[in-house]
């Protein structure tokens, strides 16, 4: 069984110290529709490149979960029907020669063991809502409890219940920094009701707090939410619209589990015709970029 395949590039850089940002696939076989998923995967990736930071788009391929793909890699991840992974699927996938679209919680894990340190996705899971009647909790929020990375994401979705989310990522001791906001931001929107303890103006900064956090001993995620560009957002209102158009059709197909967050972001596609896919791409592309400086400036003090 390999344990891990690193791609040469991930590998090359990882030895010498070069920056890496991890790339989670579950956003692109079940969060984004084909076949914009796969021309988004290779853009995340090139504007890595083009920032000097060694992409390490992650996912499981016939049993061997892969750090960095290749052109072939992308494009399975993008077009074959892969299952959706995240921790506890991984060994199942291992010994069974499957392979899966690895979750934030999965991407995170097994970036982690790779040694990479940054990782861009678009949204956290976090805490459904209704999940003191059914306990759906995405395992992204116990993992970043147990892993070392920081995860820049531009908030959960306003389809999560965001106050329960926040909770318990202050029960695992996971920071919570704003970029150059202290308004925890809702994915599509700039904002939340909720406000952060904690802020930081910029890349450096984020990686000054790594520092201090592996200093401490601390073994927990960080989250940085980096709100979505103001022209970039999506309108208020249509938001709202479509949102409750979108929990009631889930409610009437009878949707349940790991198929509801799919199922929701595909419905809100349909119903926003196409609005929310493009602010998802922007807001995804301008995590990318920002994780890719975060990588810069860990790499500078590391180094
Ligand atoms: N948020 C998004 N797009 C996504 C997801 C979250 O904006 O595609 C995916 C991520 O891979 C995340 C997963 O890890 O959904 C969470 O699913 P669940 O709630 O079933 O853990
Ligand atoms: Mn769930």
């Known amino acids: 069984m ?16 070069r920056p890496v940002v991890a ?21 995340f990736e090139q504007l890595l490149r083009d920032q000097g930071v060694t992409p390490a788009t992650i996912a499981v391929l ?47 894990h097994l970036a982690a063991m790779a040694g990479i340190r940054v990782f861009a996705t678009g949204g956290l899971g976090g805490v459904h809502r209704g999940a003191s009647e059914t306990f759906d909790e995405s395992a992204d929020l116990s993992t970043l409890a147990v892993t070392p990375i920081t995860v820049v994401s531009a ?27 202290t308004v925890f931001p809702s994915f599509w929107l700039r904002e939340s009701a909720f406000t952060l303890d904690w802020s930081v103006e910029s ?36 938001h709202e619209r479509v949102l409750n158009e979108a929990f009631a059709a889930a409610e009437r197909a009878g949707v349940t589990g790991k198929a509801v967050t799919p199922f ?28 890719g400086e975060i990588a810069r400036a860990w790499a500078a003090q590391a180094g």
């Not at 103001?230 to 208020?236: F, L, M, P, T, V």
């Not at 015709?273 to 995804?284: C, I, P, T």
Request: glycine share 8%.
């Open 155 to 181: 908030g959960v979705k306003s389809v999560l219940d965001i106050a329960a989310t926040l909770e318990r990522l202050e029960t695992y001791s996971v920071p919570v920094i704003g970029l150059g906001t």
């Open 23 to 43: 790339l989670e696939s579950t956003i692109i076989s079940h969060g984004l529709p084909r076949p914009r998923n796969h021309e988004a995967a290779l853009e």
């Open 62 to 108: 016939d049993g061997v979960p892969q750090i960095g793909l290749d052109a072939d890699g992308v494009r399975r991840i993008a077009e074959e029907d892969l299952a959706k992974a995240s921790v506890r699927d991984l060994p199942i996938l291992a010994a069974r020669n499957a392979s899966g679209a690895t979750t934030v919680a999965a991407t995170a």
């Open 203 to 238: 890349p450096a900064d984020v990686a000054a707090v790594m520092v201090a956090h592996d200093a401490l001993g601390h073994r927990q995620g960080i989250v940085v939410a980096n709100p979505v560009p103001a022209d970039q957002a999506w309108e208020r209102e249509e």
């Open 264 to 291: 929701l972001l595909g419905t809100i596609v349909e119903l926003s015709g196409g609005r929310s896919l493009e602010v998802n791409l922007d807001l995804a592309r301008n995590n990318v970029r920002v994780a």
């Open 2 to 17: 390999t344990l891990l395949h690193l791609s040469p590039d991930v590998e090359a850089a990882l030895a010498a110290g």
